[in-house]
Every structure is written in structure tokens, then in C-alpha cells.
């Protein structure tokens, strides 16, 4: 009787990976040779991941093993995220704006727990962080959390998260981990510094970020419309899984903006002008650091199936004050204004200008002066 079985496995963007798994296999074991195998994904975490088989929402038991759960040759899996809300939006009418008081710079407040910090390596920490002080000029003097804005019950709270760097509301300090309430007007300031915001309600005149509120995940009804993109191929096999093939993105380290002019670049967002997801046309996606990376990590592209996990970078150049746009060898391929990107070439980024992941999305690029 043969102890293993041989299936297909899509791994994200790496679709139809052939595997020669061993029957007492678990899921969770499965999940963390997957994790070995792609060092473009998170295997420090993989309580975050599930594997599903096809044509099934519900995620296999991560402690039963292949055997128990009948998987059959015949039988697709798919590696994703577990789905989770790790933040909940704000009802448009309940959105406020933080406002730096010397340079006038805004950050919209639309989820809660909104934090205030800096950008991370850890996705999760980048999807709640809604006021980046790395766009600042004295803004490296933040930790990456050093606050957090809640709701509850209509009524807005600050929290202090950082050890040894302090967050004031109206001048008297907040004791970490003990939230605080806030109201309209309030002045809140971070850091040794003093950086000071003023907390107002959100202006119902201007544009409203649209967003779905879930946690990124892999849309498995839509596997169809890559697998011809997929070049599946055989492995020799291993004592527990068969080696699958992949070319991952390498991780591209988020480095410190460089201030410029009056210490800080302008603000710039994208704007969702064509989707799977129609519900998603004219959602915002607000570029808080350079580089900034275009993914699946990003809450308004996690069910776009062409779209990689890295797929694409806006730079900028403080010296010469512009903007770049380079594709991170994306299985799909990228274009702005209709002319292909080749992949790890950048490419000069206006206002306006339209960018193409994949076969699919298009965002329009806006800097706002």
C-alpha cells in the first residue's frame, strides 16, 4: 500500500503545484512545509494560514492528517489566509481626521483600532496603521506603536502603546495601556517632541476612502481565472512533501522617506478605477511610505486573483522630487497608461497616470499639492 499521495497545491500566485505528500501528513504539518518552501511568505506566523480543498469554503482541520480527511490524487488544495477582522470600519458618518498642527497634514481616522505609528515588516501591523508618522519631518521620533485610536458605544478613546515615549491629550499625559476619551477639538501630541494634532470630525465634502473590512484572503472561487497562467511541475519527492517549484518575490525592506521641501512629500493615493470587484470602484488606497509595495497585503486588492502578493513599487526621489513605478516580477505583468512595465525597470509615475496589475485591475496614481 502506498504511503503517499500525490496532489495539486496553489500556493497563491504559484498555482498548480504538484506535491507528493505523505499520507500522515497533517494540515498544519502541510502548512509549514508550504511556509519553508516560499520565503516569500510570513513562516514565522503560520497560525494565519489554512489550507482548503477545493469547491469547499469551510478550512480543513489543521490536526487531521491527509489520511483521515480522504484527500483523493484527483483532489485541489489551496494555501490562504484565515479569515479574520482584525479592524472594523467606521460608520462614514462617525469618521474623524487628525491634523498636525505645524504643517497642516491630515490623516483620515476610518477604523478602529486606527494606530499611530510607523510602517512594519508585519502585515497586520501595516492594515490597522492609519496615521503614519514617517511622512512627518520629525516623524522617526515615533515608535512603530505608539498610540492607538478606539470606538466604542460612539465615543472615541487614545491609548498609549509605547514604553518611554510618551502621548499627551490637552497637554497631560496618558498612562499606557489605559485608554482615554477623546472628543472633537481635542489636541493630542506624541513623543518627546510634542508632535501635536488636533482631533476633528471628518468634513462630509470631501471623498470617502472605500474599503472591504476584512483581512486579507485568497478568493478560492476565482482560481479558474489564473490556472492558465499556471505551469505546473513534477518535483522528485521528499520523506513528508515533494519540493514545489516557485520563483518568490524577494521581501523589499521599507526604508525611512526622506523629507523633503517643507519636510514632508505630498500626499499621494490610488483609486481603484477597474476591479473583479465592482463594489471596490473607487475605493482609495492611501501610499503612507516609499517604497510602497502593491499586493494582496493591501486590503482593497486581497481578492484580486492577478494581482501577486509583491507585486509592484512606487519610489520616490526626494532629490529630484519624482515618482517611479517597477514591477516586482509579478506573475501577471504590470503597465502604466497601456504600455508594459518590464518587471525590475522602473518607469517615471505622474498624477493621473494609470496603473495595470495584471490583466484586470487598473488604479489611477493622484499627488495631491
Known sequence: MDDYIDVKINVFEHTGQHARLKKT??????IEEILKEFDDIGAETPEKYVIQLKGMEKPLDPAMSLAQLDIQPQDQLSLGYLHQTIRKMLDPKDFAVLREETSNFSFDIQWYPALIGRPSTDVNHNILLAANMQLLAMGLTIS???????FSRATYFVEALAD?????LNGKEVLLNKPVEIRFGDRISLGQHKIT????KKSSDKPLVQEPISQPREDFSAQSIRSSQSQPVS???SPSVAHMVSEPVSAVPVDKIRPVANGMVHPTSLVMEKTINVANIGGKIAVQ???FILGRAIILLS???EVSRQHAEIGFDANKGSYTFKDLNSTNGSTVNGVVVQPQSPVELHGGDRIGLGRIVILRFEVTE
Open 303 to 305: 481578492s484580486e486573483t
Open 25 to 30: 501528513l497533517t494540515v498544519r504539518g502541510l
Open 235 to 237: 518535483q522528485p519527492i
Open 164 to 168: 518611554n515615549n510618551p502621548v499627551y
Open 289 to 291: 511610505a516609499y517604497p
Open 197 to 200: 494634532f488636533r482631533f476633528e
Open 144 to 150: 512603530r506603536r505608539h498610540a492607538q485610536i478606539t
